[in-house]
């Protein structure tokens, strides 16, 4: 089966004018290409510039320099089509606690210019595909934690982009609830979807990743698939190795 | 309950609170600010207009016996003084006869017609009570003027013994009286309820979406900017309209029970017709808009609720005065159409009693649909920008400067100062000198201040000039300078509310540079535009902004530079146009990274109050003194400042920075 590229990064970097601090660089030079039908885990530790990338290729920033396509789409030319492609799951992300499970995503549907029959046909799917039927029509603000990510999910893929951007994706599940949310990522790969999916958990990379970038201080010092990164050892160890090494090499004294 | 517990939990909160700037800010320096500000204002203001009513003639028809008096007869010294005579002692009663009255009443051309009965001094002299009969119209401004002029004649008249009193009667319908009674007050509430039904749903609607992590997934979705803008502003509207109608409708309902024994004895009646409630509602409307605007662009830039409320305070501190300014009962709007605000306010108390002229309304209209034009633009804008939306620190209200110069040492600051005590010392021993040479010796000292300054503490020349600008931003400085010119004399106007005086601007100019054009064109182009926009920009955006908008301080680096600005121009009314001048000079040396595009702007701003001085009298419309020819005085500064507003838009594009910021450059 021939794969497609469906979001392409290449060499894009990012300079954030800080009042404190001056210019601070939060991407160097990071290339990488994901493919239809794979899971692209990208890890690092905190700082690294995960969250800059992620908001790069969701286009709330824009690139100091490089460029990013996505569905073939150069986001930094059509945004909005670039956004229609894909759907992005943010670890902050709230919702709006008055309105109910099905009005959300519904708000969101029509934001993505789909027709009224269309948006019940979805939510009803998704709710049945996400175990939503019990809550879906409870205002938000009265969901427990997992039911809040389950509508999240819904959210971002209630126009059933071909591109899915999952961050920090089961950070405050319990174990059944985020087994259920992978498994849902799984099924979703399977219909040949390209996900990006951000993570500190290294169990969830190993269960569900195909290929993996690790970044470090904005630079991506590893990219591969998770077999070439593991090398028969567990994933957890080889990132840590990779990261203190990087570390150390950097620090003062270390060019002596 | 322990006492103990409750003093941890206040010292802490205490200490939180007290380590908030916004907060104690808010909370102390801006009412300690604002109030002597308000006051002064308010005081300049009312002298201002007592002033006015003291030099306005007042025109009366006066019947002795029932003939009408034909002028001021001449009165021997000598003699006991006649009623009449003791009217006539107020030198601005002018006599008037009109034909019919009352109806000159009605139209304003006489403010009051006064009967004494013929046998008047037979009358007191009998000790018989008598009495003179006014009639006046309390709806026209100055009415009061003549109860005041009746008085003042019967306390001369009579020593108080005699029975003589006057019996006023008031023409005008109750429904103007209404009107004069409620007045300015009226509008002033209506548009607080205005602005306070905007100000609270903008901030919930972005700073509070931005702290509940909602607002992040609406940006993530296919809205653009634009309509995600536009979208929260209608929401604002609606709900602000509404809030204000119910207000409106609540207040109608408190005010008819509050004023039900005057409106039953046919003193006073609330009555405003169809027209003039949509006129004062789409008034209404359109601060609500305007405030809903500013509120989005408030919260927009704020990082979370509790910052964008602390935000909102300054924006009401800008309304209350504004609000307050068309209390006085002789503020008229075809004076103040074109001051926002101010201009609603006194909308409100003209259509209440039918007497706002159609040009004047379209003004109020046009002025503030143009202001929410500008607020919704700047917020779309702030929207677009991620360093607001994803606002972590800082200030970024202007663009940092790409090139960082090197901080002056405090040898600079110190240079500085030295250089502006010297110029005021200068200023005192050169009194007598010709102004040519005061001003020579001045832009001198700053010029060499600023190179002593800078080579001394700082380093390279260089960086005192900064980068050189792109032809662009070299013809943005240009345009930059033509509207300075059109905004900062319609500042010059303007001040003659805070700063009172008869001067004109003509005057004032002649008085300031007079001595400098008699010796030629030349001569006083280079003196008036050549040499200040060199020497002073060398020194306040040169070498001042620098020293104070090191690092993240850019705006303390224009305030700084602009304050100092203002202050080497010594006279109270130049200040505030030489602020204004400041300001401008100060963010476009931010926005090019050097002095020189400034130097052009101050150049031509300066230029064109030279060629005005020079003789070009047809540019005085431009310079708020006249009209075009065709136009009126208002609908003039209209012209001007929307033509100033164009000009600086169009700098605005040129002048926005191409080149991405480097490290080397420092």
Known sequence: ?256 | MRWSTVVAIVRRELRDILRDRRTLITSFVMPVLIYPLLTIGMGALTKSERDKVDAAEIPLMIREGGNPVASRPAVPEASTPSFLACLLLDSRVRIERPEFPDKALEDGKILGVINIPGDISARVERREQTIIDVRLYSAHPLSEEVRGVVNKALARYSSGLVPLSADVEDLSPPSHRGAAILGGMLGFILISLAVSAALMPAVDLVAGEKERGTLEALLISPASRVEIVIGKFLTVLIIGTASTAVSLGSLAVSMNSMLSSMKAAGKIEISVGPGAFATIFLALVLVTALFASLGLAVSAFARSFKEAQSWMAPLMFLVIPLGMMATPPTTMLSSFAWVPITNVALLVKDMMRDQAAAGDVLIVIGIMSALVFVALSFTVSLFQREDVIFREGGVPLFRRDPRRFAPPTPAAIIAVLACVVSTFSLASVLQGAHSATQLLVQQSTFFIAALVAWIATVGPLRGLVGRIPTRAQALGGVLAGLGSFLAVVQLHALRSLIFPGPATYEADLQKAVGPILELGAPVAVLLIAVMPSLCEEFLFRGLVQSAFGAGNRAVSGVLVSAGMFALIHFVPAQMLTAALLGIILGVLRLRTGGVMAGMLTHAVNNGMVAAVALGGSFLLPFAGEGAIPGLSATATRVVCLAGSAALFIAAERLTRARVAPSASDG
């Open chain 1, 1 to 256: 089966m021939s794969l497609r590229a469906f979001v392409e990064v290449q060499d894009v970097t990012k300079v954030f004018e800080d009042p404190k601090r001056g210019s601070v660089e939060a991407l160097r030079g990071v290339s990488f290409s994901c493919f239809s039908g794979r899971i692209f885990g990208l890890l690092g530790p905190n700082g690294a510039g995960k969250t800059t990338l992620l908001r790069i290729l969701a286009t709330t920033l824009s690139p100091t320099t490089g460029s990013v396509s996505i569905d073939g789409v150069v986001v930094s030319t059509d945004p909005a089509r670039a956004r229609r492609s894909m759907g992005f799951l943010s670890g902050v992300a709230g919702l709006y606690e008055r309105s109910t499970a099905r009005e959300l995503v519904s708000f969101f549907g029509e934001l993505h210019g789909m027709d009224r029959s269309a948006i019940t046909a979805r939510v009803d799917e998704l709710s049945r595909l996400l175990g939503m039927e019990s809550f879906l029509d409870m205002p938000c603000g009265k969901l427990s934690d997992g039911q809040r990510q389950k509508v999240r999910l819904a959210r971002v893929l209630v126009h059933d982009p071909p591109v899915l951007v999952l961050d920090e994706a089961t950070a405050t599940l319990d174990i059944l609830v985020a087994d259920e949310v992978m498994r849902f990522i799984e099924a979703e790969r399977a219909r040949g979807k390209c996900i990006i999916f951000s993570t500190h958990v290294m169990g969830e990379v190993e269960r569900l990743c195909d290929d993996v970038a690790v970044i470090h201080k904005g630079r991506v010092l590893f990219l591969g698939t998770k077999d070439e990164l593991a090398q028969g050892g567990r994933v957890a160890d080889a990132f840590m190795q990779l990261v203190r090494g990087a570390s150390d090499a950097s620090s003062p004294g270390a060019a002596s």
